[in-house]
């Protein structure tokens, strides 16, 4: 198994089937370069034009349309010391009655301390002096290129994954995404370096990074995004509005728990109705997020 390093010189704002610009083997690993939402890269230089700039895409030797590709997320690594973020609060989580309260927007630079493992605003607002919330990189946009040859925005999200925002798209998860294409050619950047459920500003602490991700074909057909972490598995449903999302993670888990733990419908409603856990993932682009999540002290593999 091979290690492949790629610095891009060129990126992407829709995900869809493009000349990939590296081929790796099945069980390969990938240390990429991305640059951040606005398109600034490592040295704070606009190294392209805003929109949640992709890296990629990447040919995996092996994967064939309806097949599933597993990306282990090894390391996310900040490449630089500064992130940004946006305030207020996003129109689409307030009440409406809140909305003439709501002051302007406002862009705000952190400071990313990786000594401290903490980030924290360079100018605090009032009360915040001492806030400093510790480093917690994600990967906010990722997927394979879509069915049909479509090339969807990288400001939102479907079943090809794209801009879901999830926490949980962190170092140590294996997110595993439907291939569409010959290759998956896959796609990634958009990397936060700390942001709560529901990227509800718009926007995490937005910078640049080094990602290092590792690659599996797995033969087999999902729906919707999966994904593991040493404690849970997990579904991830993408649309609009919140309860559709809901719908579709809650379905991809019912057929993930018939496909690996042998549970059939009645037997997975019961272990579902008592211990599963819902996540929000991005409620601020045009598809929203749905995490749908279950411990694995729960489950028995058949």
């Not at 790796?24 to 991305?34: E, P, R, S, Y």
């Not at 990074?209 to 087999?220: A, C, G, S, Y």
């Not at 649309?239 to 888990?253: K, S």
Request: aromatic share 8%; net charge negative; with cysteine.
């Amino acid at each position: 198994m091979a290690t492949h390093r790629f610095q891009p010189t060129r990126y992407h704002t829709v995900i869809g089937t493009a000349d990939p610009v590296l081929r790796l083997a099945n069980g390969d690993t990938l240390i990429a370069a991305t640059i951040d939402a606005s398109g600034l890269d490592a040295n704070e230089a606009q190294a392209w034009e805003r929109g949640n700039p992709m890296t990629g895409p990447f040919f995996i030797e092996g994967a064939e349309p309806g097949d599933t590709l597993a990306v282990h997320i090894n390391r996310l690594t900040p490449s630089r010391a500064t992130g940004w973020t946006y305030s207020p609060l996003a129109l689409t989580v307030l009440d409406p009655a809140a909305l003439p309260d709501r002051p302007a927007s406002e862009r705000s630079v952190w400071v990313i301390d990786n000594n401290a493992g903490t980030v924290h605003l360079r100018e605090p607002s009032p009360g915040l002096e001492n806030f400093a919330p510790p480093i917690q990189p994600m990967i906010g946009c990722f997927g394979t290129a879509p069915a049909r040859g479509q090339a969807i925005s990288t400001a939102t999200s479907a079943n090809h994954g794209g801009n879901m925002d999830y926490r949980l798209f962190r170092p140590g998860t294996t997110a595993w995404l439907p291939v569409f294409q010959p290759g998956a050619l896959f796609y990634l950047g958009d990397g936060h370096a700390c942001q709560g459920d529901g990227e509800i500003t718009g926007t995490g602490i937005e910078t640049s990074f080094e990602m290092e991700v590792t690659f599996q074909v797995l033969k087999r057909t999902i729906t919707w995004p999966r994904g593991e972490t040493a404690d849970d598995i997990f579904t991830v449903g993408n649309a609009r509005p919140l309860d559709q999302a809901l719908q579709h993670a809650t379905t991809e888990m019912m057929r993930w728990l018939g496909e690996d733990y042998g549970l059939d419908p009645r037997a997975a409603s019961h272990l579902m109705g008592q211990t599963v856990s819902y996540d929000i993932g991005n409620v601020f682009n045009p598809a929203y997020t749905v995490g749908c999540r279950i411990s694995k002290k729960w489950l028995t593999k058949k």
